[in-house]
T-cell receptor
């Protein structure tokens, strides 16, 4: 079955460490996204990528980095510069439409990674 | 620019009674609108979407939503609540085509009273 796989499900980070969250999709989607979810704040966009070897900052990119070396993979690194990294992180993917209409598109989300600083 | 306002952070209904989750949007271009559901510690599942076709949209699990351009609203409804509907619901807006960035509302937590 096609979908998005995020790993690990739970991750613990010590102060000053970098950690990398994995996101892999087998949907042949062009675009991939990373969102951060905090209680009462909905989801906020960290980074997104619409094509291999290219990505753009979202609304809260500071302290994070990404790469897009393969279409299927979009790992997120939470660096030590991110001062408050404890959150639930969601990866998503979508096709990119070039014309309006129903199409056969959707935004598929992974099951998330909960990151906690210890 | 685009934004979404979910008018209620928490809604409680009794099992078997109707559900109404309210969403207003703002968009400077033709929007696509979505409702997603999230169960605890899970990813988001698409309930339904509006993409400039029929204004009354039917989704999974008996949910539906009506796009009202004059009111800039996209409220989510269900005739009869079930215990399994208890979850967090997000209203989302994006462009109809091109840049597919999503803008999320802050969510509405739905509680079902037995």
């Amino acid at each position: 079955d096609g979908g998005i796989t995020q790993s690990p499900k739970y991750l613990f980070r010590k102060e000053g460490q970098n950690v990398t969250l994995s996101c892999e999709q087998n949907l042949n989607h062009d675009a991939m996204y990373w969102y951060r979810q905090d209680p009462g704040q909905g989801l906020r966009l960290i980074y997104y990528s619409q094509i291999v070897n290219d990505f753009q900052k979202g609304d809260i990119a500071e302290g994070y980095s990404v790469s897009r070396e393969k279409k299927e993979s979009f790992p997120l690194t939470v660096t030590s510069a991110q001062k408050n990294p404890t959150a639930f992180y969601l990866c998503a993917s979508s096709i990119i439409r070039v014309s309006p209409g129903r199409g056969n598109y959707g935004y598929t989300f992974g099951s998330g990674t909960r990151l906690t600083v210890v | 620019a685009q934004s979404v306002t979910q008018l209620d952070s928490h809604v409680s209904v009794s099992e078997g009674t109707p559900v109404l989750l309210r969403c207003n949007y703002s968009s400077s271009y033709s929007p696509s609108l979505f409702w997603y559901v999230q169960h605890p510690n899970k990813g988001l599942q698409l309930l339904l979407k509006y993409t400039s076709a029929a204004t009354l949209v039917k989704g999974i699990n008996g949910f539906e939503a009506e796009f009202k351009k004059s009111e800039t609203s996209f409220h989510l409804t269900k005739p009869s609540a079930h215990m399994s509907d208890a979850a967090e619901y997000f209203c989302v807006v994006s462009r109809t085509f091109g840049n597919e960035k999503l803008t999320f509302g802050t969510g509405t937590r739905l509680t079902i009273i037995p």
